[in-house]
């Protein structure tokens, strides 16, 4: 270490800059301090109107104005490229402001915001202030003359006592040169953590976690911000407990924070909108509980507000109740038609397994009776007649084998219970005639009833192309996409399948019963795209 | 020849035993499911055991699991499955995981109506050999890379079929009324054309088959 080291800051440039930075958090704070101030307020007192949500987003817009252009002021000073990432964006109405209280961005920036208001505000009054004590004691020899500073029974009147303050000035300084770069590298910190980007929340998952992140570093700024207010009162004389006024207003900030957090992970989505509502509403009244509390009390005036905002909450729950009760009625209404439909295909397919049963194997049974009675007459007189007849019923036994088969097959095929819906349409491509290609992409099998579903919405579509459309080539794929498993059968016939046909109906039926939907695109010309989409709740 | 059965139909089961012992085969146990079957078959250590693919009692793919199972506790016993349907896949997972050892059979249960192409077959497996359904090798033919068999004459394809079921050469020649030299001169042919792998035994030479049709 040379012997100019200690000074070196005093004649860099970037001390200066950081100087600069540090002196704007003054300004900065007096904007934040309004900023939040004003609009907490009006949030809070517009949150039961819909005018909440253009103020919240309003209130987002400014809080990320001033984030960005301390951003950059930081960029130009302290040289940190934080490049403040994006908000995110609700759709809806309501939607839009619940996406502002759970907009991790926006939470990293208020409470930057936060931080440069108070700890900000502090460092640049502490280096300011030590600056000035420095220059005058270093000037002090020029204007000790006209107002000598008394420091206890210490005079400083003459020129020679006025001289021995200037190397205290001098040491001053090089402390505050070096307390300038200390301070702007804490800053840039500050500034790289909170206003910097992350990484692309990929899964939700990811998505989650940094969203409670942003809770956990809004209750650590609060917090943090009280015990300095806290401290700042204790060491100021600790007389009226004036750090409540900073207590209360970001205990309710948190509250809303962590309700909304709470209510949009752990509940449905319908339950939603009413628990945000009511826990806003209680966390409000609370507020206002605290603040009757430590102010004169008496007249116990929150009362009114709890009527109000308490009658806004009730109007709410009944509108939701009843359009629940509506959505019920609907859904009442769907279940009646689809289960009809299913069991009406149900005994469409008994008769059709009955009918097979009594054309096929029964009649086979007769006809192979007849023969072996008639072998029977035969033995004696026609050895060799009845070996005839004997050999004519057993091929009749082989025939009949291979129709129940078949038929045993069409009603449910045993590769897709034992292997499942990937096996069970390889087996059915390798039947079929037609050039097919089979693409499963599932990690578990799905449910048995909608896994059958699946296979035979595919194994009619593949049918009904290689009877009707003149397909050359089928393309199958199976594949799970949130919640619901998606089967789609592509041909390239000649299309107008009618969607209205006894087999797709019969399909859309089966499917509808498992409260899927089915979709025929199969404009004349070709080609045909049939899609079912089954609901599997894992 | 000591023979095993596990059938959960009875119906069947005595039909086969009766069918069996007529054939001067031993049947020294029936038994009517999995855990019975790998019990007997440790027991006995018979030659054979003839085995439901479904059996109780989920009445999915027991019986084959238990038959892969005894191949690594009684490997000197082999194994028969047989199913009311067959699915090429399942002779695939048989034949792959029964290993090059041979002694594996799959069969359609309509096949005991020929009592004795059956018995032949049962004999095959017994000693060693491969005997797959018609049916597995039907389906296999007609798959989607079946096309490039058309390089074979009909009477060639005619002996790729009966050599996937597992024939011998003898069996082969016999079944085509040829003699046993025109058999091998077409069997030469069939794996020049398809440039497979030369085969010391007729199970190795089912592999290779099954695997060149299996490709796609």
Redesign the interface.
């Known amino acids: 270490m040379s012997l100019t080291s200690p000074i070196r800051p005093l004649y860099q440039a970037q001390t200066y800059r950081n100087l600069l930075f540090l002196a704007a958090g003054i300004p900065i704070a007096a904007v934040v301090l309004g900023l939040v101030i004003a609009g907490w307020t009006s949030i809070a007192v517009l949150a039961i109107t819909p005018l909440v949500v253009p103020l919240l987003l309003g209130y987002r817009a400014l809080v990320g104005l001033l984030a960005r252009g301390d951003a950059k002021l930081a960029r130009s000073l302290l040289g940190v490229r934080p490049d403040p990432p994006a908000w995110s964006e609700g759709r809806g109405f309501w939607g839009r402001a619940k996406a502002v209280v759970l907009d991790p961005t926006f939470w990293r920036q208020q409470g930057y915001l936060l931080l440069r208001m108070t700890l900000g505000f502090a460092f640049a009054v502490g280096e300011l202030a030590l600056i000035a004590a420095a220059v005058s004691a270093v000037t002090l020899p020029i204007w000790y003359r006209w107002s000598a500073p008394e420091y206890g029974s210490w005079h400083a009147d003459t020129l020679g006592r006025a001289l021995m303050h200037v190397p205290v000035g001098a040491a001053g300084l090089i402390v505050a040169a070096w307390l300038a770069r200390i301070l702007g590298s804490f800053s840039a910190w500050q500034v790289r953590s909170l206003l910097g980007p992350r990484p692309a929340p990929a899964t939700v998952d990811q998505q989650r976690r940094y969203r409670r992140r942003a809770l956990w570093i809004d209750g650590c700024t609060a917090l943090g911000l009280v015990v300095l207010t806290t401290l700042v009162w204790a060491v100021t004389g600790a007389g009226y407990y004036w750090p409540q006024w900073v207590l209360l207003p970001l205990a309710l900030l948190f509250a809303i924070h962590a309700i909304v957090e709470l209510v949009t992970t752990r509940l449905a989505r319908r339950d939603q909108a009413l628990a945000i509502h009511g826990g806003v509403v209680a966390a409000l009244f609370l507020f206002l509980v605290a603040v009757w509390a430590v102010t004169a009390r008496g007249y116990f005036w929150p009362a009114w507000t709890l009527l109000g905002l308490g009658s806004a909450v009730l109007l709410h729950w009944l509108i939701t109740r009843n359009r629940r009760r509506d959505r019920l009625s609907r859904r009442v209404e769907t279940l009646e038609t689809s289960r009809l439909g299913a069991v009406e295909g149900q005994d469409a397919e008994l008769r059709r397994i009955e009918r097979d049963l009594h054309d096929g194997a029964q009649a086979r049974l007769v006809a192979l009776g007849m023969s072996l009675g008639m072998a029977e007459q035969k033995f004696e007189s026609d050895p060799e007649g009845a070996q005839q007849l004997v050999a004519e019923a057993r091929a009749g036994v082989a025939e009949a084998l291979k129709e129940m088969r078949d038929l045993a097959r069409g009603i449910y095929p045993p590769v897709l219970a034992d292997r499942g819906i990937g096996a069970a349409l390889e087996t059915l491509a390798d039947r079929s005639p037609l050039t097919t290609t089979v693409s499963v992409d599932l990690l578990e099998r799905p449910p048995a009833p909608v896994e059958t579903a699946a296979y035979f919405v595919a194994a009619e579509a593949m049918a009904n192309a290689a009877k009707h459309s003149g397909a050359g080539r089928i393309d199958i794929s199976v594949g799970r996409n949130d919640g619901m498993l998606e089967v789609e059968i592509h041909d390239d016939g000649s299309g107008g399948a009618d969607a209205a046909g006894s087999g797709l109906a019969g399909l859309r039926r089966r499917v509808e019963a498992l409260d899927g939907t089915l979709t025929v695109q199969s404009p004349a010309g070709g080609p045909t795209t049939i899609r079912a989409e089954l609901p599997c709740a894992s | 020849m000591r023979i095993v059965i596990a059938e959960d139909l009875a119906l069947l089961r005595d039909g086969l035993a009766r069918l069996l012992r007529d054939n001067d085969f031993d049947v020294v146990a029936e038994v009517a499911d999995a855990d019975a079957l790998v019990h007997a078959v440790l027991r006995e250590r018979p030659d054979l055991a003839i085995v439901d693919i479904?059996l109780p009692p989920t009445f999915?793919?027991e019986g084959l699991r238990a038959a892969l199972e005894l191949r690594g506790s009684a490997p000197e016993t082999a194994i028969l499955v047989l199913s009311?349907?067959v699915?090429?896949?399942?002779a695939a997972e048989l034949l792959a995981q029964a290993g090059s050892s041979g002694g594996v059979g799959y069969l359609l249960?309509?096949r005991v109506?020929?009592a004795a192409d059956f018995v032949e077959a049962v004999r095959r497996v017994a000693d060693g050999g491969t005997a797959l359904d018609p049916e597995v090798v039907s389906?296999l033919l007609?798959?989607?890379g079946s096309h490039r068999l058309d390089v074979l004459t009909p009477r060639e394809l005619e002996v790729l079929t009966l050599m996937a079921e597992g024939r011998s050469n003898a069996g082969i020649a016999e079944s085509l009324v040829l003699t046993v030299g025109a058999v091998e001169k077409h069997i030469a042919s069939i794996f020049q054309k398809l440039q497979l792998p030369p085969s010391d035994t007729d199970h190795r030479r089912v592999l290779a088959v099954l695997a060149y049709l299996q490709e796609r």
């Open positions: 479904r999915r793919d009311q349907y699915e090429h896949t399942y249960k309509d109506l020929d389906q007609g798959n989607r």
